[in-house]
T-cell receptor
Framework: KAGVTQTPRYLIKTRGQQVTLSCSPI?????VSWYQQTPGQGLQFLFE???????NKGNFPGRFSGRQFSNSRSEMNVSTLELGDSALYLC????????????FGPGTRLTVL | GQQLNQSPQSMFIQEGEDVSMNCTSS?????WLWYKQDPGEGPVLLIA?????ELTSNGRLTAQFGITRKDSFLNISASIPSDVGIYFC????????????FGPGTSLSVIP
């Protein structure tokens, strides 16, 4: 069974631009969560999607948004990029939300210049 | 809010030594997860625990769900160089069961 895949793996953008990251969950997994990882803040929860609906949202500004498609693939978008958005963005999938093990993708390394 | 504390923050050990690390919280957890992350990669799930007192092994790794439900422990026996990485504990609490909370991580270095 293929694992969680994320594209692209690396991305360089400049301040003010916007970016879209993609995540394909493990086959059969319907829940997708997104995390931001930085050296200073660790792993911080962005949002979770299940059945194309956002179930949960972390404490991030509205510039961060996401969506999930009917095949469970998910995208997250960051608009008006700031230097502080430079981070490793991780996607994790699980069979269902709540009390299930999450499996992470390799992440997308975003650098904002 | 709910927070997880991990100790130690970092460890330097000789190859072949056993390693112990722990994760504590002031909140009650009903799921504990241990992950390992290699540089530039996403965390990989090592062990999942669902019941207080549960002891689960995965090869040389053993993790326990603390009896108080506020802590968990991970032990690595006979460490090898590929054990190097950052180990994260994570879990779901009884009150915020729909979110996984992550600890800050323990960085492990193994000296050959």
């Amino acid at each position: 069974k293929a694992g969680v895949t994320q594209t692209p793996r690396y991305l360089i953008k400049t301040r003010g631009q916007q970016v879209t990251l993609s995540c394909s969950p493990i086959s059969g997994h319907r829940s997708v969560s997104w995390y931001q990882q930085t050296p200073g803040q660790g792993l911080q929860f962005l949002f979770e999607y299940f059945s194309e609906t956002q179930r949960n949202k972390g404490n991030f500004p509205g510039r961060f948004s996401g969506r999930q498609f009917s095949n469970s693939r998910s995208e997250m978008n960051v608009s008006t990029l700031e230097l502080g958005d430079s981070a490793l963005y991780l996607c994790a999938s699980s069979l269902e939300p709540v009390n299930n093990e999450q499996f992470f993708g390799p992440g997308t390394r975003l650098t904002v210049l | 809010g709910q927070q997880l504390n991990q100790s130690p923050q970092s460890m330097f050990i000789q190859e072949g030594e056993d390693v112990s690390m722990n994760c504590t919280s002031s909140s009650i957890f009903n799921t504990w997860l241990w992950y390992k992350q290699d540089p530039g990669e996403g965390p990989v799930l090592l062990i999942a625990l669902y019941k207080a007192g549960e002891l689960t092994s995965n090869g040389r790794l053993t993790a326990q769900f603390g009896i108080t439900r506020k802590d968990s422990f991970l032990n690595i026996s006979a460490s090898i160089p590929s054990d190097v990485g950052i180990y994260f504990c994570a879990g779901r609490t009884k009150t915020s069961y729909d979110k996984v909370i992550f600890g800050p991580g323990t960085s492990l270095s193994v000296i050959p």
